[in-house]
């Protein structure tokens, strides 16, 4: 994926893989949500926030039942730039994998759960495996 991002305008894997987060979701998402895959701090992820939020690509929202509580969404040009600038990285990542079967993709899949989970019994940090979908 970082070989098929753009580099102009400073874009990196943690800001590209938090825009193509937003533009998966429906609906705005807590920081703590969004920095857990990435394995960043909260500290990180308002810098990264702060960043993106700066050049007008994503927005603070209030939480719908809890006004003390801050939600990231795209904003329009955010989405836009995900569309013309990351959607054809992400399409050619993605594309790696067509030519394996689905019991393929999930051997693979669980093996790299186990060399993560190996990495942290190691003492690496490694950002913990995705929840259910």
Same mark, same amino acid.
């Given at each position: 994926m970082q070989a098929n991002i753009p580099?102009? %305008?400073?874009?990196?894997v943690p800001r590209a893989t938090l825009l193509m987060g937003l533009m998966l979701k429906t609906e705005p998402a807590g920081m703590g949500e969004l920095g857990e895959p990435l394995g960043m701090s909260p500290r990180n992820m308002t810098v990264l926030v702060d960043g993106l939020e700066k050049e007008g690509l994503v927005?603070? =929202? =209030?939480?719908?039942s809890d006004r003390r509580v801050k939600l =990231? *969404?795209?904003? $329009? %040009?955010g989405r836009q730039f995900v569309e013309l600038h990351l959607g054809p990285s992400y399409a050619a990542t993605a594309s790696l994998f067509d030519?394996?079967? %689905? *019991?393929e993709r999930g051997q693979l899949l669980r093996l790299l759960l186990k060399t993560a989970d190996a990495l942290r019994a190691r003492g690496i940090?490694? $950002? $913990? $495996?995705p929840g259910p979908s």
């Open positions: 580099t102009d %305008a400073g874009m990196t927005r603070r =929202v =209030v939480h719908p =990231v *969404e795209l904003t $329009p %040009a030519d394996f079967t %689905a *019991e940090d490694m $950002p $913990p $495996p």
